[in-house]
């Protein structure tokens, strides 16, 4: 056996806990300079028993500690040795679950076993690459079992990102590939003389909306941005239907906001799609949904749904930095065409010797969340609804909640809201802040500086209003004892801040 265990215990620490810190795209954790020089740096207290194993995770490999859980004490950042990272304040507790996770202790066993056990080069002929290669082919199972796909529709990415990448990229090559076979054989079919044109939502993560630009700018496709309802939050079906045109061959929409978690109608979709498809002979409309902030919090079935294709992100439920592409019959009833060649894995459409630890990570996530998915979403439900009713008799006329729309779901963990006030801007509220890590929307803005999120603002959120927001996504492991910390702060805070005035 071949084993690494120093190295493999600082790269599981900085993935959990440095991820919290560094995490680029989902979340602005605030720092709090100002609030931890104002406050001594208080012993760590005990905190509330596990949830269920896995809840509270705090591992032991060889006498180093691994937390994974959502509060920084002392004890971790000494056992981790971040001396690098003044910044923290011991005492803070996470509640920005919709930006990244931590690895349940599970996942984190599996990634270490398949690191100690199942190094070898899965398409390699001997033992070793059998033992890599039955680990990957366990988790695409499990990782098909969670979406309610068959195993071989799994295509394993490096994430969400690449995920998505590849499915406008295929959209792209679908219609190129189409129309060069109308033009040779049959003649111009409706559409193909155009561009190709892709249907997205205005609220999309940048990994769909940027790609989508950059296509449209470098004039390989069309793109409308349906923007979102002021009143339900949500993309209507009629919107995204009235947008179709012959050219269309890609409709993209994400199945929760990461903001807001608006569930969004993809079924109702499908369904309209479906039937249009019926009518066209050649150019079928691809439906595709981002499934990253859905996973691990609503019941995802691939079938219910009717899409041809699902995002997969690993690290918003409690897996390692991976994702997996759902293909409904790739290559066969769907079209797939990679972005990278290379040495024939899977099966041609993304290969690149496989990452089997982060794989095997990945699957045990899946499991998890096939076992266990009405107890974490009743759970997180539970403490969601707990700390906005903790907000509203606190801050009683001066909560907004922007994420409540007539007749929308929201995803179970996500609460939007506002402290509304003229100092008490999101950035500052959280800057100021001794305990709570949240953010004000998705980080991959942070160069748009402090102005107000353009998803709260699409979704029909005064300026002023929007400019005050704090996204708090709690966890499968959040307490109400965690959330009476968290309002007990938000009141010091903002008194704090108003007293400044
Ligand atoms: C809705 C959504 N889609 C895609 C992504 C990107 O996934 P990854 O970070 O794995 O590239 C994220 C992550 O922030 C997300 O929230």
């Known amino acids: 056996?071949?084993?690494?265990?120093?190295?493999?215990?600082?790269?599981?620490?900085?993935?959990?806990?440095?991820?919290?810190?560094?995490?680029?795209?989902?979340?602005?954790?605030?720092?709090?300079?100002?609030?931890?020089?104002?406050?001594?740096r208080r012993k760590a207290s005990s905190r509330s028993p596990p949830l269920r194993s896995g809840s509270r995770m705090a591992n032991k490999f060889d006498g180093i500690t691994i937390v994974t859980g959502h509060a920084f004490n002392d004890e971790s950042l000494n056992d981790h040795n971040l001396h690098h990272l003044p910044d923290i304040n011991p005492q803070r507790i996470y509640m920005d679950y919709n930006a990244t996770t931590?690895?349940?202790?599970?996942?984190?066993?599996?990634?270490?076993?398949?690191?100690?056990?199942?190094?070898?080069?899965?398409?390699?002929?001997?033992?070793?690459?059998?033992?890599?290669?039955?680990?990957?082919n366990q988790s695409r199972q499990s990782v098909a079992r969670m979406v309610g796909g068959k195993p071989e529709d799994i295509i394993f990415t490096?994430?969400?990102?690449?995920?998505?990448?590849?499915?406008?990229?295929?959209?792209?090559?679908?219609?190129?590939?189409?129309?060069?076979?109308?033009?040779?054989?049959?003649?111009?079919?409706?559409?193909?003389?155009?561009?190709?044109?892709?249907?997205t939502s205005n609220v999309e993560h940048d990994s769909i909306k940027r790609v989508a630009l950059h296509l449209q700018k470098e004039g390989k496709a069309d793109v409308t941005f349906v923007p979102v309802s002021r009143v339900s939050g949500r993309v209507e079906v009629e919107d995204i239907i009235a947008a179709v045109r012959p050219a269309t061959c890609l409709i993209s929409v994400m199945l929760a906001n990461n903001e807001t978690g608006v569930i969004m109608p993809?079924?109702?979709?499908?369904?309209?799609v479906k039937f249009l498809n019926k009518q066209r002979?050649?150019?079928?409309?691809?439906?595709?949904?981002?499934?990253?902030?859905a996973l691990g919090k609503i019941p995802v079935d691939v079938q219910e749904l009717g899409v041809d294709y699902l995002t997969i992100v690993g690290h918003k439920f409690y897996a390692p930095r991976i994702g997996a592409l759902f293909v409904n019959g790739p290559g066969s009833r769907t079209p797939l065409h990679p972005m990278l060649f290379g040495g024939g894995q899977e099966r041609n459409f993304r290969p690149g010797?496989?990452?089997?630890?982060?794989?095997?990570?990945?699957?045990?996530?899946?499991?998890?969340?096939?076992?266990n998915l009405s107890e974490y979403s009743s759970h997180m439900q539970s403490i969601k609804l707990y700390l906005e009713e903790q907000m509203e008799s606190v801050f009683r006329d001066k909560i907004r909640f922007n994420n409540r729309f007539p007749g929308s779901d929201i995803l179970p963990n996500t609460t939007n809201m506002s402290i509304l006030g003229p100092r008490l801007q999101g950035w500052r509220v959280l800057s100021t802040c001794r305990r709570l890590l949240a953010s004000v929307g998705a980080a991959c803005h942070s160069a748009s500086g402090h102005r107000p999120s353009h998803i709260l603002l699409s979704c029909g959120v005064p300026s002023e209003v929007a400019g005050n927001a704090l996204r708090v996504s709690v966890g499968r492991g959040t307490t109400k004892a965690e959330v009476d910390a968290v309002v007990e702060d938000l009141r010091e805070t903002v008194q704090l801040l108003e007293e400044m005035n």
């Open 158 to 199: 490096s994430g969400g990102t690449e995920a998505n990448n590849l499915v406008l990229h295929t959209a792209v090559e679908y219609f190129r590939k189409s129309c060069g076979a109308a033009e040779q054989g049959e003649g111009l079919q409706n559409g193909c003389h155009s561009l190709p044109h892709i249907i």
């Open 281 to 293: 002979e050649r150019l079928r409309i691809l439906v595709h949904t981002d499934a990253a902030q």
């Open 353 to 371: 010797t496989e990452n089997t630890p982060m794989i095997a990570g990945l699957g045990k996530a899946s499991e998890l969340v096939t076992l």
């Open 102 to 136: 931590p690895l349940e202790p599970q996942v984190m066993q599996a990634v270490s076993e398949a690191l100690q056990d199942a190094w070898g080069n899965p398409s390699s002929n001997h033992i070793a690459g059998a033992t890599a290669r039955a680990i990957i």
């Open 266 to 272: 993809l079924q109702e979709i499908c369904q309209r």
């Open 1 to 40: 056996m071949f084993v690494f265990p120093g190295r493999l215990l600082s790269f599981a620490a900085s993935r959990s806990d440095l991820a919290t810190l560094s995490s680029r795209c989902s979340g602005r954790a605030s720092r709090g300079r100002a609030a931890d020089r104002r406050t001594p």
